[in-house]
Every structure is written in C-alpha cells, then in structure tokens.
C-alpha cells in the first residue's frame, strides 16, 4: 500500500481535542507529525446561559450542533442539570460526519446532517423540514461563525445561541520554538483563521520556513491570503480526510 506522505514532516495547529484523528491519518500516510495546538478550548466565561438551555431542553424543537466540542459541552451541562432523558424528545442536527459520530457516541439518533460539512449545507437539509417560529437551539463556540444563526434568523426561526465553550491562544514553550527553528515542517495544515493568527503571534512567519500551506476551507485560505500565506491546497471538505487529501496534493504540487 502506497504511504503518499513517506518522510514528509507535516505541522497540524489543532486543539488537542480536535486533531488526534487528523494525526492518526497522517502517520497512517508515512507523514512524521508534529502536533502544536495554538489554540485551547475551555469553558464558557459566564456558563448559564447554557445550564439554562439544558434546564429547559425540551422546550426546543431542534439542537443544532455546530462542531463535537458542542456535543460535548451541552450533554454535560444536561448532565448536570438532571434533564439529559429529554433530549431524546428533540431532534438533532449536526453539521458534519466528525459531530454526527460525536452526537451517536451519545446513543443519540441524528435526524438531519449534510454531506459537505458546512453551516450552509446544513441549513439546506434542514429549510425543508423547519417552520416559522420554530425554536432552535445552537450551541457554538464564542467566536464561531454566524452563517448558519443568520440563516435560520432569515427563515423565521426564533434561535437560542449559547456560548458552549471558547476558543484561546495556548502559550508555545521554548522548546516547541526550538523545535520548529531546527526542523521547520514540510507542510503546514491551518484549519480556522484564530489558528493562523495564533501563529504567527506566538511563532511568526519565519518559522514556517518555505512550508506549504494547507486550510481547511475557502475562509481559513483567505485568511492566509490576506496574512501573506497563500495556500498551497484547500481541502474540499472540512474533514481530517480531505485535510489528508489536500496535504498530498500540497506536496505533490
């Protein structure tokens, strides 16, 4: 079997809770990976809203799971609250296959989920099935994006946003500068705009050497743009697996 990432060093940037998979693929392809999460998720600054969602869960007629760190943040916080059986009278959306699994992990069913992995795909799958007035409940991150908010805003929806967690720089150690002065990757894989301007506060530009570049998406390839890191190769879903894809074909040119 043919390991398309023989020998390449390749930085990914993740969270910790979000990268083991992408790693696991990448040395699965020969890749030497070096993990360097600049960013670290914590809790919400002020963590009611959410206890009260999860209070009064069955009030909504959808959750709408944004990413798995959001799956995990409500069923916790229904933990807590007493109210997690009644999550099984709402329907669950999710906007990709990684919080799809992350939502069955739970022994929860997933009643709407797209294929591509975006805000907008999933707002497609779901329009249909939606009614004016219909109340929704979207816990995201606090800096997440808002297309999605918008969307069902736009369609009518009366939606509850929560802060399910937040997203910070994580300090980089003398040594992980060291070890990216001595051995700049080969590739380096940026999968949100935080993640690239984390970066290149904490490390700076020169650190990446002549590294190639890979997003996860079209908006963290502007990012780059605008930062003067043009993206070598975009992955076409934001998926570890086409976070995989588009390495190879970074370093295959």
Known sequence: MERRLEGIRVLVTRPRERAEELCFLLEDEGAEVLSLPLLELRPP???RPLASAAEHIQRYRWVVFASPSSVDALMDA????GTAQRLTRV????VGPRTARAVRGYGL???AEPDEGTGEALFEVLKDALQSGDEVLLP???EGRRELEDALRD???LVTRVTA???LPAELSPEALELLAGSPPDVAVFASPRTVEAFLDAAGRERLGPARVVAIGPTTASALEQLGLPAT???EKPTPEALVDATVRAVRG
């Open 45 to 47: 600054e002020d963590p």
């Open 78 to 81: 229904l933990r807590e609250a």
């Open 91 to 94: 329907k669950l959306a999710a």
């Open 109 to 111: 069913d997933v009643a």
């Open 140 to 142: 995201a991150a606090e």
């Open 155 to 157: 369609a009518g929806v």
């Open 165 to 167: 967690y937040r997203s």
């Open 233 to 235: 190769a975009v992955a």
